[in-house]
């Protein structure tokens, strides 16, 4: 796929209570990190408490990056369903 592809997704704010926090994480040395989800705080601290508790109590490394400072794109439009072709819950 190419990168003209894309498009940038709007940056909203998605919590009013604090700062979001996107959550990386590496399971072991080799692997590669991996997004886990986010997280709501006020500091850095507090997100990495935060994640530690929801997604870093298996894995080697948590990485933190402030949700106002990244920029999101997709190739697919927000909000379409999903590949229909898998199994169902």
Request: glycine fraction near 10%; include cysteine; aromatic fraction near 6%.
């Amino acid at each position: 796929m190419d990168s003209q592809d894309r498009t940038r997704v709007q940056d909203t704010p998605r919590s009013a209570t604090g700062r979001e926090w996107e959550v990386f994480v590496r399971e072991d040395a080799d692997g590669p990190l991996k997004h886990v989800g986010s997280v709501t705080a006020g500091d850095a601290d507090g997100a990495h408490d935060r994640a530690s508790d929801l997604f870093g109590w298996a894995t080697r490394d948590v990485w933190l990056c402030p949700a106002d400072e990244t920029r999101r794109y997709t190739a697919h439009t927000l909000g379409e369903p999903a590949d229909a072709g898998g199994e169902s819950a």
